[in-house]
């Protein structure tokens, strides 16, 4: 990517994490903006995101991949990994070297998962304003040596963002919206993940590849990637418009 170019992308990617003020937010649908800017951006392999609730425990909200949804959900159920450290220390974590032992001994069952998905490095940037943190987005590379200083500069600057966004958004609702925007977001997931599956199973193809093009379709046509999915769940968007040529449908 020319510099030119990437600047501008950086330009557009502030620019959309400070639109929060809109009618029809949806917290996943927001985390999936950042996530996409940061794959784009940082050079890294896979993102996933947590967050904090209002009891300060932490909740698997999105990820851009299958694997790293499972490695988020394995950090909660784990009570170990980068975001919690992240998430308790109010600060970066990382990056960490996952093929060196000081990893393992640090924390021994999601290193071992970690590796067994395929990641060598792993960083926990903040969500966070000040002393306030409100989640942790994780950065996994398949290479140890992968995640570089400046691009977790970056990372932290686009994470800052998105928590401002995400705090003014929740300034402009009641305490009974603030309360129940994480479950909405929880909910959201659980429609993705649906919808993921469903277009899966329809086209022969793999929940990774599925949510691609679902994102893609929402991104392309700047519609709440949650209300698409609602849409494929419910059966009144065609598979037909993600397929590619290369897909075989299956036959019912």
């Known amino acids: 990517m020319a510099q030119g170019e990437r600047d501008e992308r950086i330009a557009q990617a502030f620019l959309e994490l400070a639109d929060t003020l809109v009618e029809g937010f949806y917290l996943v649908d927001f985390l999936h903006v950042l996530t996409d800017h940061m794959l784009e951006l940082l050079d890294v392999t896979a993102i996933g995101v947590i967050m904090v609730d209002t009891r300060g425990r932490l909740v698997d909200v999105t990820a851009s991949t299958h694997t790293a949804h ?15 450290d992240c998430c308790r220390q109010h600060e970066q974590v990382g990056p960490v070297d996952l093929t060196r032992q000081a990893a393992a001994e640090r924390w021994p069952r999601f290193t071992k998962a970690a590796r067994t998905a395929g990641f060598a490095a792993v960083a926990a940037i903040p969500l966070r304003l000040r002393e306030e943190v409100i989640g942790a987005v994780n950065v996994f590379h398949a290479l140890p040596v992968g995640l570089h200083p400046a691009s977790l500069r970056l990372g932290q600057a686009l994470a800052d963002a998105a928590t401002i966004g995400i705090l003014h958004q929740r300034l402009a609702q009641d305490q009974a919206e603030r309360v129940g925007q ?18 899966g199973a329809q086209l022969d193809i793999s929940p990774d590849i599925a949510f691609d093009r679902l994102r893609a379709h929402a991104r392309s046509n700047r519609r709440s990637l949650t209300d698409l999915c609602r849409l494929v769940v419910e059966g009144r968007v065609s598979a037909g418009i993600f397929a590619t040529a290369q897909d075989r449908p299956r036959r019912s």
Do not use: H, M, V
């Not at 499972?70 to 980068?82: S, T």
């Not at 994480?182 to 277009?199: D, Y």
């Open 70 to 84: 499972q490695l988020e959900e394995a950090q909660i159920e784990f009570d170990e990994g980068p975001s919690k």
């Open 182 to 199: 994480l479950q909405t977001a929880l909910n959201s997931r659980i429609i993705i993940e649906q919808a993921k599956g469903a277009l």
